[in-house]
């Protein structure tokens, strides 16, 4: 499951959206050491027994996970669009709205239909690769929106790996001066960075370099494959010519067996008639049998 998907969702406090899902909360858990919120279903999405925050990355067991029921009142009362009609409520009644209206909903990018909207919404926050999304380093100077299935092509592309390398550089040059220096403090008024806000980034950056090796990994196993195939179809392009040039000329020789074979035959018809107009001979009206080497056939 995911949180509450809403057609105003970009009006809705940040405080109330949860960082992994980025839905408004369901069901909010805190986290006890960082104090930071997430649905339970994402924590409950997260395997083992430490639950990773995805808004500052500290690690919390699962024993440490409170259900916080006086956040969650404070909510019911959030105005609601519907993600999937024009009804407008709040989040106290959502739900049932959701249940009574949209039993069988359908993605809209891909045609996939589905047995609840909390299911269209997981499919649509995480699967779907018809989707359009923002690209991760959005907050950071990409702006560009691709289809989820065209996210790893994006990763590779000149406007993003742009963007990546600046912000590396802006953020080695920072991250190097004295956390003391009133310098600092000036360079994050001026890139407009807050500690938080660069702790947020740094993991973005970090998951997004874990990303790219494995799409280089991905990219190389890839490479192999092609080079395989290309040696294959290579191989298969000169046997090919072999067996063609070995067809040809099986063909040719039958050509020339054929031709013989009616050659022989003219000569043999050639024979029979000279042997016809040879030994039948009329002298006076009596037909004389012509012998040769009489002598030799004696002896």
């Not at 009616?262 to 024979?271: A, I």
Request: net charge negative; proline share 2%; with cysteine.
């Amino acid at each position: 499951m995911v949180g509450y998907n809403s057609r105003n969702l970009d009006g809705i406090q940040p405080s109330y959206i949860c960082n992994s899902c980025l839905l408004i909360f369901r069901d909010p858990v805190q986290l006890i050491d960082c104090g930071h919120r997430m649905c339970q279903s994402c924590a409950n999405e997260q395997s083992g027994n430490l639950i990773t925050c995805a808004e500052c990355d500290e690690k919390t067991t699962r024993e440490k996970l409170l259900i916080d029921r006086g956040f969650r009142n404070d909510m019911q009362t959030l105005p609601i669009v519907c993600s999937l009609c024009s009804w407008t409520g709040i989040l106290n009644i959502y739900q049932n709205h959701l249940d009574q209206n949209h039993q069988n909903p359908t993605c809209d990018s891909c045609g996939q239909k589905f047995n609840s909207v909390n299911d269209l919404d997981r499919h649509i926050q995480y699967d779907c690769e018809k989707t359009t999304v923002d690209c991760p380093l959005k907050q950071i100077g990409c702006q560009e929106m691709v289809l989820r299935l065209h996210l790893a092509e994006h990763y590779i592309s000149d406007q993003h790996q742009k963007v990546l390398v600046n912000f590396v550089r802006q953020m080695d040059s920072i991250l190097s001066m004295n956390m003391n220096n009133n310098s600092l403090i000036n360079s994050y008024q001026r890139t407009h960075f807050d500690v938080n806000e660069l702790e947020k980034i740094s993991k973005t950056t970090n998951s997004l370099l874990d990303n790219t090796k494995t799409l280089a990994d991905e990219l190389e196993r890839l490479s192999i494959e092609r080079n395989q195939i290309h040696n294959t179809l290579q191989s298969f392009i000169q046997e090919s010519s072999i067996l063609k040039k070995s067809i040809e000329e099986q063909k040719s020789s039958i050509d020339g067996i054929k031709f013989n074979e009616q050659r022989s035959e003219q000569d043999l018809l050639s024979v029979e008639q000279k042997l016809n107009n040879m030994n039948l001979d009329p002298y006076d009206g009596t037909y004389l049998w012509k012998i040769t080497n009489v002598q030799e056939k004696i002896g």
